[in-house]
């Protein structure tokens, strides 16, 4: 199953006998749960490995339990990246494992290879993790990953394989430590791939243990060195490295299991976006002769498909004419749904600003405090606490989140924004022809969530109708849309959660222009829960170039008198979205209402109250 450095190999013969139907032909690794032994399966005549536990672990009742129940499980996983179990049993007073016999170096080896680059590691390691996203849907946790324990089958195409899966969490009982389990290496030592959670009891720790090992790794395959302590960010210890590398191996390296990512399939989603994969084994070194040949073909090859694909372009080009012209009949999908989709890896940036403990606020700007955000899509530009989207090159959507969460009963996230549509080109009739009319430029307010859940309150490039859209999990999904005056330049949008009624407003404009749109969501006291945790701030981009200024978000109370003004009549879009939208008939505001929360901090001077004065809208001419 495995094979060490020769510095670990001990040249010793046991008995042939010892267990049945196999000979022991040489002890190739030793550790604290026993030795590891080359030897041959007398029936077949195949060369496989042998892991014969000590003798006081034998003797424990709950550990042979354990090891039973280990064992068992091991033997249902079938993964190419993974050593199989051949056999299981007892001899005499002998437990023993059979699995398959692995003759390549290891992972640990291989980093002592020049030729070793940093993107075949990136590659080696999406591997790694496919394996264990599989051993952990059959409910095994490996608990040592390490580079000793990734072995490379170079006759099955130089694939690496992890083994010893499980057996660091076996003993629970006498007191064994995972690091001391394995001698191999022993400077490096397993300790430090475990993750904090496994060092406080190593008996407890989940899958996300298995995630933390991993980002070990591939901090290490990328700078040579262990993320201990305060570490920089690999692109900063290798320049040259993909930044975007950065938030995916920090996450994974989070001390706390919660704030990693929930699976490894979800790691892998992230970091497979970067690294090119192929499903084949290493290609072999190509000769001239075979290179002369290869040549040859592909110049035949290419005669041959410049006659078929004038034909082929022609009946596409009809084809696609027809299909497009036919999406032309349905609406797109509202800006929300198209902004919370997953655009890759996030990019990180920085900008200056003020987060502001005691009063529960960020402003973005000027001030001491360092502000990240991350970025989605498209990417933004950061200019004096401004989050600039520039007009679209490729990509069309683009979002931006502000990490950094505020405390709070309530909320307030406002922001002056500038929407304005890309120049058009000058094949714009015969783009028209495959895409339809040009989409409008959009800008977006938002509150996000977890697991996709936002509200956001959008405007448009054209001074079009502003729109209040919002989903909160499958009972909570649904759009609105007012016919409130809207500025494509210094427009102030504010997203307002009140802390006693935890009613959410969208407001448009500020003054005595101020207008709120719509009904208000009523979120209710456990609104948190409705995002899956406390909303930070974002703002989205479509289909143009978007600059967002003065950004506030606000966790405080506040002393408010506020008179909503009537809100204009409400249109709900429902066949845009395709979801269940269930809208309550628009209230009558008979009186002002005047709120008054917790009183300012000692030292601070009372926040002015606000009245919004109540406007009715003009009648409209009697017709003749």
């Known amino acids: 199953m495995m094979t060490v450095p020769a510095d ?23 550790g604290g749960m026993g030795e590891v032994h080359q030897a041959v399966q007398l029936s077949l005549g195949r060369t496989v490995a042998v892991k014969l536990l000590r003798p006081e672990l034998a003797r424990d009742e709950q550990f042979v339990a ?42 640990r080896e291989r980093m002592r290879d020049p030729d070793f680059d940093w993107l075949t590691a990136l590659k080696t390691l999406v591997l790694v993790g496919r394996a264990i996203d599989y051993a952990h849907g059959r409910g095994v946790i490996h608990r040592d990953l390490k580079p000793e324990n990734i072995l490379f089958d ?15 969490g076996i ?43 991993l980002g070990v790794m591939l901090y290490e395959l990328l700078t040579g060195e262990l993320p201990l302590g305060h570490f920089d960010p690999p692109s900063v210890k290798k320049p040259g490295l993909d930044k975007r590398l950065d938030p995916i191996i920090s996450r994974c390296l989070k001390p706390a299991p919660e704030d990693r990512y929930p699976t490894v399939a979800a790691c892998l ?13 290493a290609p072999s070194k190509e000769t001239k002769a075979r290179r002369y040949v290869r040549l040859a073909k592909e110049k035949a090859q290419r005669a041959g498909r410049i006659a078929a694909l004038a034909v082929v372009a022609f009946a596409a080009l009809i084809v696609t004419t027809v299909f497009v012209r036919a999406r032309l009949e349905h609406r797109r999908q509202p800006a929300g749904i198209e902004l919370m989709r997953d655009d890759g890896a996030q990019q990180p940036s920085t900008t200056a600003g003020r987060v502001d403990r005691e009063t529960r606020t960020l402003t973005l700007g000027e001030g001491p405090d360092t502000v990240t955000v991350l970025a989605r899509g498209r990417s933004v530009t950061l200019e004096k606490g401004d989050i600039v989207f520039p007009p679209p090159e490729d990509e069309a959507t683009g979002r931006a989140l ?16 500038d929407t304005e549509a890309g120049e058009p080109s000058r094949l714009e009739p015969l783009l028209a022809l ?30 079009g109708q502003p729109e209040l859209e919002w989903n909160l999990g499958p009972d909570k999904q649904g759009l609105m849309r007012a016919p409130l005056p809207t500025k494509t330049k210094g427009q102030l949008l504010q997203l307002h959660l009140d802390p006693l009624t935890s009613e959410l407003i969208a407001i448009i404009g500020e003054g005595r222009d101020a207008r709120v749109l719509g009904e208000g969501l009523r979120l209710g006291t456990k609104w948190k829960e409705e995002f899956s945790e406390s909303p930070r701030a974002g703002v989205g981009c479509l289909d143009g170039a978007c600059a967002f200024h003065q950004l506030v978000f606000e966790g405080r109370a506040f002393t408010t008198t506020l008179t909503p003004p009537p809100p204009p009549s409400l ?54």
């Not at 059979?98 to 992972?107: C, Q, T």
């Not at 505001?589 to 003009?618: C, I, R």
């Open 8 to 30: 670990t190999a001990v040249a010793r013969v046991r008995q042939d006998d010892l267990i049945p139907g196999y000979r022991l032909v040489q002890v190739v690794g030793k």
């Open 66 to 107: 354990r090891f039973e129940k280990e064992a068992a499980a091991l033997a249902t996983l079938r993964h190419p990246n993974i050593v199989s179990i051949v056999d299981r049993g007892k001899a005499a007073e002998t437990y023993y494992l059979v699995m398959e016999f692995v003759d390549g170096p290891s992972l």
């Open 154 to 168: 170079e006759q099955a195409g130089n694939i690496p394989k992890v083994t010893d899966f499980g057996l660091a």
């Open 171 to 213: 003993d629970e009982k006498a007191g064994v430590e995972p690091k001391n389990l394995t001698q191999t290496n022993v400077a490096m030592g397993t300790a430090s791939y475990m993750a904090p959670e496994q060092r406080v009891d190593a008996k407890t720790a989940g899958p996300r243990a298995d995630l933390y090992a």
């Open 269 to 281: 989603a992230e970091l497979e976006l970067l690294v090119p994969m192929t499903s084949g084994p």
């Open 402 to 417: 502000v990490d950094v969460q505020v405390d709070g009963e309530g909320l307030r996230l406002s922001a002056i924004v």
């Open 434 to 463: 495959f895409r339809g009319p040009r989409p409008e430029a959009r800008s977006a307010l938002m509150l996000l969530g977890t697991g996709g859940r936002y509200v956001a309150l959008i405007i448009s490039g054209t001074g």
């Open 571 to 624: 249109e709900v879009d429902i066949a845009g979205l395709n979801l269940p939208v269930a809208v309550k008939p628009l209230k009558k505001v008979a009186k002002p209402t005047s709120v008054a929360v917790s009183k300012p901090p000692p030292g601070k001077p009372a926040p002015t109250p606000v009245q919004v004065k109540k406007t009715t809208p003009p009648t409209p001419p009697k017709k003749k």
